[in-house]
């Protein structure tokens, strides 16, 4: 099992610069292609003088195309020498822009984005809401940490939880995990589920290890906070990659990533690999 084919999404009129390093980084490692993929929506306006709301729209009908043809130059340039194939797809919708890019990942294996763009100042009209993305797409999605370049495989942790979105996700990780130096299999429980805990880290260890992925399992007891001990597991461990069950209602913006919080998740020096 490989990754074939990786989507990267990127932010118009922003920096792209650190996630297409980390697509060229799995693109070589995989030997991949990858399609880069931006979106945006036109202007909306209900009520204005006829003439002044058509100059207004096309204006901005004309920055969003520089804007792709701009973003599509530095995805060609920054991936040409470092992918299989590469390949460009790119719209103006007037549909959510979530919606746009989970069709088009029909198309790939794996889906690179940055979580951070929807919390951004950017024009909302050129951003993704990523939670909504997530809970949206039918392929795994791979959140890039915080000024992450490439992605370091050298701890992963797997972030269980006894759930289907979490059976998918590490399957889904398996390309990852089998290059990862080290994998802890951890869920984080109250003191007198420890033993079904135990028992779940160890069949997926167990499971791991049928696919040449040598894992440590790992049963913690929580307190009040399941989110704080996980973090605090993830920072023991040097975790670079994290691998969770995405689950919660699309549009809400705190989803839960198999038990952890959003946040959690979009920590510094680490990226993470989500399936819903």
């Known amino acids: 099992m490989s990754y074939a084919t990786l989507m990267v999404h990127l932010d118009l009129n922003a920096s792209n610069e650190g996630i297409l390093q980390l697509a060229g980084d799995l693109a070589e490692r995989f030997e991949a292609s990858v399609i880069g993929i931006a979106a945006c929506q036109p202007l909306q306006m209900i009520y204005g003088d006829g003439y002044m709301l058509a100059d207004i729209v096309e204006q901005d009908r004309v920055e969003m195309e520089k804007e792709m043809l701009a973003v599509e130059d530095r995805f060609r340039a920054a991936l040409h020498n470092r992918a299989k194939e590469i390949h460009w797809r790119s719209t103006m919708t007037l549909a959510p822009i979530a919606d746009y890019i989970a069709h088009q990942a029909r198309a790939a294996d794996l889906i690179i984005i ?12 050129r951003r993704v809401d990523v939670s909504d993305f997530v809970m949206r797409v039918g392929r795994p999605v791979l959140l890039v940490g915080t000024g992450e370049t490439t992605l370091n495989l050298q701890n992963a942790l797997v972030a269980w939880k006894d759930t289907r979105e979490a059976q998918r996700a590490v399957a889904n990780a398996l390309p990852l995990l089998k290059k990862a130096a080290h994998v802890t299999v951890v869920e984080v429980a109250a003191e007198e589920d420890l033993a079904h805990a135990r028992e779940h880290v160890n069949d997926v260890s167990e499971w791991l290890k049928h696919h040449g992925i040598a894992a440590e399992p790992f049963a ?17 461990k040097g975790a670079g990659l994290v691998v969770a069950g995405a689950y919660g209602h699309s549009r809400v913006r705190e989803w839960i990533l198999g038990g952890v919080t959003r946040d959690l998740l979009m920590g510094k020096g680490r990226s993470t690999l989500v399936s819903h």
């Open 114 to 125: 940055d979580p951070k763009g929807g919390d951004s100042k950017l024009d909302p009209s």
């Open 220 to 236: 913690a007891v929580t307190g009040e906070d399941d989110a704080g001990r996980l973090e605090m597991i993830v920072k023991e």
